[in-house]
């Protein structure tokens, strides 16, 4: 697949496929899980918070949407060893992971007053919370004809567009900025790892989205947030890996 056309092109999924989406309970991944099932796919709902993830599945399930709920903690070992058993048992087998939860760490992130334990927070929920989850799946993955990985990462996290002058890619942060380029080069090296297998790996950036993480500064809806996360969740076997999307193209590193 050319570098221009993954932001048009998707496949429709038969109803049999199953993807997990972290932090799915709001925001911009809620939308990714209702346009995958839209598509016709079953839908791990992944979240923390027990309301507001059941609340999920049930407007997801009014929508029409094979939807089930997935307590998850992307920074606790037992929680989510659990969720792949949980998943596993539901489903027997993912086609689909899609790594959106993350967090900003908090403010101020100025690099000479920080407080490490922001850059601590944002890396265990942003990187390493990515490889825990990424690494319980991957057997489940293993089972798919059709294995994709999706990334949720940060335009801030490109290191050309930080040091490109006149680009606007956020406030200065020592935290969350880095550790979407942590990300970054995680997803590099499991393109690496897996290229000899059936499994398709890519980071994408929603945009500037509205959401609770920017306190709703964002100039764009969640619904367009979700849209290159899905394509790429759902390109053909020929499509991408190991690089990073947005809707207009491919993101320098």
Do not use: H
Not at 10 to 34: D, F, W
Not at 171 to 178: H, K, L, N
Not at 218 to 229: E, I, L, M, S, Y
Request: glycine share 10%.
């Amino acid at each position: 697949m050319s570098e221009t056309n993954i932001a048009q092109e998707s496949q429709a999924a038969p109803e049999s496929q199953v993807a997990l989406v972290t932090g799915a309970n709001k925001g911009i991944g809620y939308e990714i899980a209702a346009g995958l099932g839209a598509l016709g796919w079953t839908v791990g709902v992944g979240a923390r918070n027990e309301e507001r993830r059941e609340a999920a599945v049930e407007k997801l399930r009014a929508a029409g949407v094979d939807a089930f709920g997935v307590p998850l903690d992307v920074t606790d070992d037992a929680s989510v060893l659990a969720a792949a058993r949980l998943v596993e048992e539901r489903t027997g087998r993912l086609d689909a992971l899609v790594n959106n939860a993350g967090i900003t760490g908090g403010g101020p992130q100025e690099p000479t007053t920080v407080d490490v334990e922001r850059v601590r927070a944002a890396v265990e929920t942003n990187v390493i919370g990515v490889i825990r989850v990424t690494n319980a799946l991957l057997p489940l993955l293993r089972r798919s004809p059709s294995p994709r990985i999706v990334n949720v990462s940060s335009s801030v996290g490109s290191l050309t567009l930080q040091t490109t002058p006149g680009a606007e890619v956020g406030p200065i942060s020592v935290a969350y900025s880095p550790s979407k380029t942590f990300l970054n080069a995680v997803t590099v090296q499991y393109a690496k790892e897996l290229a000899d297998t059936n499994i398709l790996i890519n980071a994408v950036c929603p945009g500037f989205t509205a959401t609770d993480l920017n306190e709703f500064r964002g100039v764009r809806t969640p619904q367009q947030g979700a849209a290159a996360a899905i394509r790429l969740a759902t390109v053909p076997d020929d499509g991408p890996t190991g690089r990073f999307f947005d809707d207009e193209g491919e993101v320098p590193w």
